[in-house]
């Protein structure tokens, strides 16, 4: 496991016990830099217009379309860092 794989695995961990839940946006980027990561760029059907929430995840993922996983992982990290240290919600 490389350095970034287990930062990213301890972020992870660390976004569930964060003290105050983020804002919709932050979640929406936070599922957008997980997908990126672990599954590469957005595929599939986007949802349609009655499954409001899905469109948005999908439109978040499909945003970092071309992002190499690694940046995504090292990406993800740093945002779970700066909601534990409260510079962002």
């Not at 945003?63 to 779970?80: F, I, N, P, S, W």
């Amino acid at each position: 496991m490389s350095d970034v794989d287990a930062q990213f695995a301890k972020a992870h961990e660390d976004v569930q016990q964060l003290p105050e839940r983020p804002g919709n946006l932050t979640l929406l980027r936070l599922y957008a830099l997980y997908k990126q990561a672990t599954k590469g760029d957005v595929h599939g059907d986007k949802p349609g217009f009655t499954d409001i929430v899905g469109k948005y995840k999908y439109d978040a993922w499909a945003a970092l379309k071309g992002t190499a996983q690694d940046a995504a992982k090292q990406q993800y990290v740093e945002l779970v860092e700066s909601l534990k240290s409260g510079a962002s919600a």
